[in-house]
Nanobody
Framework: QVQLVESGGGLVQAGGSLRLSCTASGRTFSSYVRGWFRQAPGKEREFVAAIRWSTYSITYANSVKGRFTISRDNAKNTVLLQMDSLNPEDTAIYYC??????????????????WGQGTQVTVSS
């Protein structure tokens, strides 16, 4: 079994920054890809960013390119999401996710099997 634990959410003013982290425990295949998704009230869950562990290949949603940075800490089996220049449209619950197989399409939520509990990010105007 795999457990994903997110942390780092909170309340920040527009233009501010937050850093989210996602630590995984359990079976190692969770490290093939790690993705971040978010869901705002009344909206569908949307892709934010993903990183492939072996190649360090990174994918971002267009809405966060240039503002968010995803990275990994191998020693801690942790993925970080540095979020800068936040705006109220970034307000959502942010979820970390991992697949149970290799070769997934990283920006498709239905490709992921394990999900964290989510962490709230609120950006005030």
């Amino acid at each position: 079994q795999v457990q994903l634990v997110e942390s780092g959410g909170g309340l920040v003013q527009a233009g501010g920054s937050l850093r989210l982290s996602c630590t995984a425990s359990g079976r190692t295949f969770s490290s093939y890809v790690r993705g971040w998704f978010r869901q705002a009230p009344g909206k569908e869950r949307e892709f934010v960013a993903a990183i492939r562990w072996s190649t360090y290949s990174i994918t971002y949603a267009n809405s966060v390119k240039g503002r968010f940075t995803i990275s990994r800490d191998n020693a801690k089996n942790t993925v970080l999401l540095q979020m800068d220049s936040l705006n109220p449209e970034d307000t959502a619950i942010y979820y970390c996710a991992a697949p149970n197989r290799i070769g997934i399409v990283p920006d498709h939520s239905n490709e992921y099997y394990y999900w964290g509990q989510g962490t709230q990010v609120t950006v005030s105007s």
